[in-house]
Each structure stands twice: as C-alpha cells, then as structure tokens.
C-alpha cells in the first residue's frame, strides 16, 4: 500500500512538472497574444495533469510496467517518512509566513491584500493621507476582483501543492509565477472595468507599499522576482485586448490535450484475472465418464482467448 501511493505521488510530480515548464515557455506569449486574463487560466493544466494520473488507464493483455520506488534504492517505508516529515515541516513554514505577513499587514507594512481562503476579508492600507478617494477605490476594487474570482482558492490550492510536493523546485516555482499572473489578470479586470482610470490605477500602483513577506493563504502584492510593478505598469501601458473566445478556446484546448496526454502516458495496468470456476462431475453410475465443467463470464473470452496457431 505504502509503495502503491508513494508510485502515485511520483506520477503525479512527473506529469505536473512536465505541464508546468509547458506553462512557463507559454505564460509571457499567450499574455502578449490574449492578455493576462486568458493567460493566467494556463495555470490550470499542472493541475489537471497530476489529477489525470490519478484515473488509472487500463489496457487489456497489458504488461505493467509502472514506476517503483525501489528503483530509488530505498525501503518505501523509510520514503514514506521522510515525505510525511518535509510535508510537515512545509505546512508549518506557510503557516508561519501567515502569520507573520497579518502581523505586518497589522502594522501597516504589508499594503492592500485579501486573506483567508473559506471567508476572505480585505485589508486596505491606512487612510493616512496616502491615497485619495479615487485610488482607494481603486484599491478595493482590485482586491474585491480577488474576492469575486475565488483567487485565495486558487492560492490555497498552490500552497498545498507546495506541500504535498515540497521536493520539487518546479512546484515552488510555479506557486510564484502562479501569484504573479494572478495580478496581471486581476489589474486587466479592473482597468476593463474602469477603462478611463488606467493612468490613476498606474499611479496608484506606484504608491502601493509591497509586502516582502508572502502570504500563502490570500493574495497580496508580491515584490519579488523582476519588480512587480514594472512589469504592471507596463502591461498597463500595452494595447487591451481583445474579448473574443479565441484565446479562450485554445487555452482550454490545450489545458485539456496536457491532462489527456498526461493520463495517456501511465503505463497501463492489465485487466484484473477472470475467475473460472472448475467443477467435476461424474456421469452414469458406474463411475467410468468424468467431464470436467469450467465456467467462464460471459464477454470474458473474447479478450482472453487463446491465440490462433
């Protein structure tokens, strides 16, 4: 049982790892071609690419050929533990960046941000001058586009990804550049929305405090990686998109071909043995005929039938 869910496990990483560097190579190029909104639903194919391998994919008179632990060397169990552990230890780094971004945010150093997953609630930055009334509604619309997407879902999701795969570094580095397009998508939503605001929205992005400290169970406004709000306020600047349903289509498209290619990539598992039951009769009473009975299921042999010599 240990060394079936840790073949799983492997599966899963493979598939995703795979479909994140696809989603890495496309992110900057679907943005430039449909915008960050469209780009941003990229993310959805690691997902359902380490879901698909959890349907099994079964071929009759297949070989199973699939992935061990043991080609690793080690006991499964001992693996089994040291996964548990560095899960552990990953869950209790996250919760701790938590808490210390609400001990920032608090504090007032941690600007507008969305925390919480099953009841968000904003914070908005202290109304110290700062900002005026358009740039705080501005703000709060931003953080409300959050709200009304489900995007502290989505960033639930990722830092539970983080966890369950701690040792992969594509996850890790997937969960960044996740965050980062999740507010390329939620500054074009605004802007749609407030089309005559794009330079206000602009600056106030330029007044906005970052928060160095990541915040795994909401969303906020990172400042790591090339400066956020360069790239923001250049995106601003760029012609908007279009609304069409091309882009939409080809991002579920392919979305949908990484998931099938990564169930159809599992090493198929042969059909489970066909139960025959033998029963001997014997006929006539002196004992001399003896007939041997076996009963197979009816449609069974037609796919385990001998071969023709």
Same mark, same amino acid.
């Given at each position: ?23 890495? &190579?496309? #992110?900057?190029?679907? #943005?430039?071609? +449909?915008?960050?909104?469209?780009? =941003? ?32 060397? !080690? ?8 996964? $548990? ?15 210390? +971004? ?8 941690? %600007? ?6 099953? @009841? ?12 005026? !009334?358009?740039?705080?509604?501005? $703000? ?14 989505? %960033?639930?999701?990722?830092?539970? +990804? ?16 996740? #965050?980062?397009?999740?507010? +390329? ?15 206000? =929205?602009?600056?106030?992005? /330029? ?7 990541? *915040? ?6 990172? &400042?790591? %990686?090339?400066?956020? /709000? ?5 995106? /601003? ?9 091309? %882009?939409?289509?080809?991002? !579920?498209?392919?979305? *949908?071909?990484?998931? $099938? ?17 033998? $029963?001997?009769?014997?006929?006539? #009473? ?5 007939? /041997? ?6 449609? @069974?042999?037609?796919?385990? &039938? &001998?071969?023709?010599?």
């Amino acid at each position: 049982m240990t060394s079936e869910i840790l073949n799983i496990l492997i599966r899963a990483n493979l598939a995703g790892g795979a479909a994140i560097l696809v989603v890495l &190579a496309l #992110r900057i190029p679907a #943005r430039r071609a +449909f915008g960050p909104e469209v780009a =941003y639903r990229l993310w959805m194919a690691p997902v359902l690419a380490a879901a698909a391998t959890l349907i099994p994919r079964i071929a009759p008179g297949a070989v199973h050929n699939s992935l061990s632990v043991a080609a690793f060397g !080690a006991s499964p169990t001992w693996i089994a533990v040291a996964w $548990v552990l560095g899960l552990l230890a990953a869950g209790a780094l996250l919760w701790r960046a938590q808490a210390r +971004f609400i001990a920032e945010a608090r504090a007032g150093r941690a %600007g507008p941000s969305v925390v919480g997953v099953i @009841a968000p609630r904003i914070l908005m930055p202290p109304d110290d001058g700062r900002y005026t !009334a358009e740039e705080r509604e501005l $703000v709060r619309a931003h953080e409300r586009e959050h709200v009304a997407r489900r995007d502290p879902r989505a %960033g639930a999701l990722a830092a539970a +990804f983080q966890c369950l795969a701690w040792f992969n570094p594509l996850v890790h580095v997937a969960a960044h550049f996740m #965050r980062l397009d999740q507010e +390329f998508a939620c500054d074009a939503a605004v802007t749609r929305r407030y089309p005559r605001s794009r330079a206000l =929205y602009a600056k106030t992005l /330029l007044k906005t405090q970052l928060a160095a400290t990541p *915040l795994p169970f909401g969303c906020y406004w990172p &400042a790591r %990686g090339q400066h956020p /709000l360069e790239v923001r306020v250049r995106l /601003l600047k760029g012609p908007r998109q279009h609304s069409g349903l091309t %882009g939409p289509i080809l991002i !579920a498209s392919g979305v *949908l071909c990484a998931a $099938v290619a990564a169930w159809a990539a599992q090493p198929p598992i042969p059909p489970a043995p066909v139960p025959v039951s033998i $029963v001997y009769r014997e006929l006539g #009473r002196s004992g001399h005929m003896t007939v /041997l009975l076996v009963s197979v299921p009816r449609g @069974a042999w037609n796919h385990h &039938a &001998a071969p023709k010599a």
